[in-house]
């Protein structure tokens, strides 16, 4: 009546597929206070004479209380690629339905299962306490009905050794308040909204994220030349003759909700136009006792007026921080992805505030070294496709990040690549002393230049204008809450890989960890080679786990 079969978290289902299609997973090892994840994957083998069944699923072992339970629901996807820009290794080109999201058990933690129906999968993630007990344990999950029982087993061995958390290393993922308000159809800042996002902040923090993208001006990214995006902006700014007054009142909210979920630093909105720095972000004022705009794309970034706006908020916004011991948690941009062509441009604008912001990070997703070479910027996040130049220049408190673009090769978070694919920044990121990750789009929820919104479950691509999975990597829930797309844990299992290598260093060198994973990985490991089979990725990690079992049993 039904097949069944464990297999590794990193194997997308595909409608089209069979059960012996994957490979069995039938063992791992993880460290203590780890999160981990597999699949039991179940189809259907029916006889006409049978309809719909509904299957209690049960996960039994000493692990059990720890594992929850999701399905993987299917997304429709338009554009699963740009043709001309792909590699060998996607795992599918054309339209059509591809496995993402994680959604609850439906009827109440059962399965259904009807004549005809399609393979389907269930997500099975556990998460780990510090104190477990090391040892050797096995977890059974069955589906049971009417019709029998069928049970499948995975191995788990618990090293007795703790996983550590980044002491440094920051992650950021794109947090559009815009989208949240506009999807649930709730004001901005209202108590809807707050508890809205406070819930989406908490599912960034599950994601991995440390480093929230905080409004304190509506966010000058992915808008069209003249027009706006929903105003969300953290500060109030009053005007009154030619003197400017801030209320920080929403920014205390802000700064105690993160401080709620367990965010650890604010990433200041850019203080100038994406793409070139030439214009100021929209900021909104009350003026005479009116609310409108007093800056945004009329206003030249270098306007002597939009300067001395920016010279009187930034030293009272630090001031703020400072009191409140958290000054140093903040990190700052200028524009986003300038070009050579932005070069002088790009300059100007920093030049307005950097002394003010002198001692303070200021960082930029820019990908041509000689802004980094000229002393711009100090702090460079290059695409991972044009980072081989900072590398060889040995680049220090180098980050990364990619998007849209970075499409052949090297790793991201596509829905037609490989889950392997996207974890294989995490041992990218290790060898290479990254100290930061950034991306896009963590929840935004509309089409090119934030001209309309869309729905994430449709349409996944922003209307046609990028590549399905690039513009986010939770989807809305009915009740407010975010659910996660598998593309979430499997990006956290990178930052944990990332996470056991840096404690493999305790015991070893960095260059013998390096050398064996390279020969897991069968090459060099670079930005632009991935792990594009599972046993790879699954392989590399089981050697760094192996390592820290062989130095913590000595």
Same mark, same amino acid.
Request: charged share 25%.
């Given at each position: 009546?039904i097949k069944t079969k464990?297999?590794?978290?990193?194997? #997308?289902?595909?409608?089209?597929?069979?059960? /012996?299609?994957?490979?069995?997973?039938?063992?791992?090892?993880?460290?203590?206070?780890?999160?981990?994840?597999?699949?039991?994957?179940?189809?259907?083998?029916?006889?006409?004479?049978?309809?719909?069944?509904?299957?209690?699923?049960?996960?039994?072992?000493?692990?059990?209380?720890?594992?929850?339970?999701?399905?993987?629901?299917?997304?429709?996807?338009?554009?699963?690629?740009?043709?001309?820009?792909?590699?060998?290794?996607? &795992?599918?080109?054309?339209?059509?339905?591809?496995?993402?999201?994680?959604?609850?058990?439906?009827?109440?933690?059962?399965?259904?299962?009807?004549?005809?129906?399609?393979?389907?999968?269930?997500?099975?993630?556990?998460?780990?306490?510090?104190?477990?007990?090391?040892?050797?344990?096995?977890?059974?999950?069955?589906?049971?009905?009417?019709?029998?029982?069928?049970?499948?087993?995975?191995?788990?061995?618990?090293?007795?050794?703790?996983?550590?958390?980044?002491?440094?290393? #920051?992650?950021?993922?794109?947090?559009?308040?815009?989208?949240?308000?506009?999807?649930?159809?709730?004001?901005?800042?209202?108590?809807?909204?707050?508890?809205?996002? /406070?819930?989406?902040?908490?599912?960034?923090?599950?994601?991995?994220?440390n480093l929230l993208l905080?409004?304190?001006?509506?966010?000058? =990214?992915?808008?069209?030349?003249?027009?706006?995006?929903?105003?969300?902006?953290?500060?109030?700014?009053?005007?009154?003759?030619?003197?400017?007054?801030?209320?920080?009142?929403?920014?205390?909210?802000?700064?105690?909700?993160?401080?709620?979920?367990?965010?650890?630093?604010?990433?200041?909105?850019?203080?100038?136009?994406?793409?070139?720095?030439?214009?100021?972000?929209?900021?909104?004022?009350t003026v005479d006792g /009116?609310?409108?705009?007093?800056?945004?794309?009329?206003?030249?970034?270098?306007?002597?007026?939009?300067?001395?706006?920016?010279?009187?908020?930034?030293?009272?916004?630090?001031?703020?921080?400072?009191?409140?011991?958290?000054?140093?948690?903040?990190?700052?941009?200028?524009?986003?992805?300038?070009?050579?062509?932005?070069?002088?441009?790009?300059?100007?604008?920093?030049?307005?505030?950097?002394? &003010?912001?002198?001692?303070?990070?200021?960082?930029?997703? =820019?990908?041509?070294?000689?802004?980094?070479?000229?002393?711009?910027?100090?702090?460079?996040?290059?695409?991972?496709?044009?980072?081989?130049?900072?590398?060889?220049?040995?680049?220090?408190?180098?980050?990364?990040?990619?998007?849209?673009?970075?499409?052949?090769?090297?790793?991201?978070?596509?829905?037609?690549?490989?889950?392997?694919?996207?974890?294989?920044?995490?041992?990218?990121?290790?060898?290479?002393?990254?100290?930061?990750? =950034?991306?896009?789009?963590?929840?935004?929820?509309?089409?090119?230049?934030?001209?309309?919104?869309?729905?994430?479950?449709?349409?996944?691509?922003?209307?046609?204008?990028?590549?399905?999975?690039?513009?986010?990597?939770?989807?809305?829930?009915?009740?407010?809450?975010?659910?996660?797309?598998?593309?979430?844990?499997?990006?956290?299992?990178?930052?944990?890989?990332?996470?056991?290598?840096? =404690?493999?260093?305790?015991?070893?060198?960095?260059?013998?960890?390096?050398?064996?994973?390279?020969?897991?990985?069968?090459?060099?490991?670079?930005?632009?080679?991935?792990?594009?089979?599972?046993?790879?990725?699954?392989?590399?990690?089981?050697?760094?786990?192996?390592?820290?079992?062989?130095?913590?049993?000595?």
């Amino acid at each position: 009546m039904i097949k069944t079969k464990i297999v590794s978290s990193l194997e #997308k289902v595909f409608v089209d597929q069979n059960t /012996e299609d994957f490979k069995s997973l039938t063992s791992l090892s993880v460290l203590k206070g780890e999160r981990f994840s597999f699949q039991l994957i179940y189809e259907p083998i029916y006889d006409t004479s049978v309809d719909r069944i509904l299957w209690d699923v049960k996960v039994d072992g000493a692990l059990a209380k720890y594992i929850t339970a999701r399905n993987v629901i299917n997304v429709p996807v338009t554009r699963a690629c740009y043709p001309a820009l792909t590699d060998e290794n996607y &795992l599918r080109t054309a339209p059509g339905l591809y496995p993402d999201v994680l959604q609850p058990l439906h009827y109440g933690g059962k399965v259904a299962t009807s004549h005809g129906a399609c393979i389907k999968s269930i997500w099975l993630e556990a998460e780990l306490p510090v104190d477990v007990t090391a040892g050797e344990y096995e977890i059974s999950v069955s589906l049971s009905s009417q019709h029998g029982t069928h049970t499948e087993t995975l191995k788990v061995e618990v090293i007795n050794a703790t996983l550590p958390e980044f002491e440094s290393f #920051k992650y950021t993922d794109w947090f559009h308040c815009d989208s949240l308000a506009t999807y649930y159809n709730v004001d901005v800042w209202s108590e809807k909204h707050w508890e809205i996002v /406070e819930n989406f902040a908490k599912a960034a923090v599950k994601c991995g994220v440390n480093l929230l993208l905080t409004p304190l001006f509506t966010p000058a =990214l992915d808008t069209a030349i003249g027009g706006e995006r929903l105003t969300n902006q953290l500060v109030g700014v009053t005007k009154t003759g030619d003197e400017y007054a801030f209320d920080f009142s929403l920014v205390d909210r802000w700064i105690d909700m993160c401080d709620r979920v367990g965010i650890k630093y604010f990433e200041i909105c850019h203080l100038f136009t994406q793409w070139g720095a030439h214009h100021a972000p929209k900021v909104m004022a009350t003026v005479d006792g /009116e609310y409108k705009k007093i800056f945004g794309w009329e206003t030249d970034a270098t306007d002597p007026e939009y300067t001395r706006f920016l010279r009187t908020f930034l030293p009272e916004f630090l001031n703020y921080m400072k009191k409140k011991g958290r000054d140093k948690d903040c990190l700052f941009h200028i524009s986003d992805e300038p070009t050579l062509d932005h070069l002088e441009s790009y300059k100007a604008a920093k030049n307005s505030v950097a002394d &003010l912001l002198e001692g303070y990070t200021i960082m930029d997703a =820019l990908s041509r070294y000689p802004f980094y070479e000229q002393g711009i910027v100090s702090t460079a996040i290059p695409a991972n496709n044009h980072i081989e130049p900072f590398l060889e220049h040995s680049v220090p408190n180098l980050w990364t990040y990619y998007c849209c673009s970075q499409t052949k090769n090297v790793s991201n978070r596509f829905l037609a690549h490989s889950l392997s694919r996207t974890r294989s920044i995490g041992m990218q990121m290790y060898k290479y002393d990254i100290v930061g990750f =950034l991306h896009w789009g963590f929840n935004f929820y509309q089409n090119c230049h934030s001209v309309d919104p869309v729905n994430p479950y449709l349409n996944g691509c922003g209307d046609d204008w990028v590549v399905s999975g690039d513009t986010c990597i939770v989807y809305p829930a009915q009740d407010g809450t975010a659910y996660e797309s598998m593309r979430a844990p499997v990006f956290y299992d990178a930052l944990q890989d990332m996470r056991a290598m840096q =404690l493999c260093e305790k015991y070893y060198s960095k260059e013998e960890i390096v050398a064996g994973m390279e020969k897991v990985f069968g090459g060099e490991i670079r930005f632009d080679k991935c792990a594009e089979k599972s046993d790879v990725m699954l392989g590399i990690r089981e050697f760094v786990n192996g390592l820290i079992k062989k130095a913590v049993s000595k």
